[in-house]
């Protein structure tokens, strides 16, 4: 079965630059999150997405962006960056997202270092 | 974590045996997810359950779910080698976005 494509999957960016993280869903599903791994964390969400629409938003900071395409595959966008933004970054999707049983299938990941 | 805890905080244990992480959360919530993680690899979706359900099977899986004290349990039976990873318990609040414990971090010695 179709999973939740990532891309890239590593990503080395110094300091100041930006970065275009791309996330492909699973197949008719509707909604696209973002969550952000550091070293030894839990994942913290960042922000969603539903019907290209943001749905919800977390402790995504103001230097970060992201949206939606009528294709349904979402971008999230870095600018500035900085060490701290060193981490694993994933996207998950799932189906109807504002129904309520809301099961996230998560893609592999795209590892960022920032040097 | 944002929403609770997990323990243990690591758990070792040998090939065959049953391994027991828990999970307490501090919001009400519209469903709890469990996932595996492998050396800091992608997430893979294990179980879900909902918020009026109190147990759960799928596989070497059981969940158990208490809502009166905001906790559920994981447990593996007869766990493998392929077993060994971090595992976390997810939270939805209704809002859409997930809330991770802290995980546990699960090593099974063959």
């Known amino acids: 079965a179709a999973g939740v494509i990532q891309s890239p999957r590593h990503l080395i960016k110094e300091k100041r630059e930006t970065a275009t993280l791309k996330c492909y869903p699973i197949p008719r599903h509707d909604t696209v999150y973002w969550y952000q791994q550091g070293p030894g964390q839990d994942p913290q969400f960042l922000i969603s997405f539903y019907e290209k629409m943001q749905s919800d938003k977390g402790s995504i900071p103001d230097r970060f962006s992201a949206q939606q395409f009528s294709d349904y595959h979402s971008e999230l966008n870095m600018s500035s960056l900085e060490l701290g933004d060193s981490a694993l970054y994933f996207c998950?999707?799932?189906?109807?997202?504002?129904?309520?049983?809301?099961?996230?299938?998560f893609g592999p990941g795209t590892r960022l270092t920032v040097l | 974590s944002q929403q609770g805890e997990e323990d243990p905080q690591a758990l070792s244990i040998q090939e065959g045996e049953n391994a027991t992480m828990n999970c307490s959360y501090k919001t009400s919530i519209n469903n709890l997810q469990w996932y595996r993680q492998n050396s800091g690899r992608g997430l893979v979706h294990l179980i879900l359950?909902?918020?009026?359900?109190r147990e759960k099977h799928s596989g070497r899986l059981r969940v158990t779910l208490d809502t009166s004290k905001k906790s559920s349990s994981l447990l593996i039976t007869a766990s493998r080698a392929a077993d060994t990873a971090s595992y976390f318990c997810a939270t939805d609040t209704y809002g859409n976005k997930l809330v991770f414990g802290a995980g546990t971090i699960l090593r099974v010695k063959s």
């Open positions: 359950i909902r918020s009026n359900e």
């Open positions: 998950a999707s799932s189906l109807n997202g504002r129904i309520s049983y809301n099961e996230q299938f």
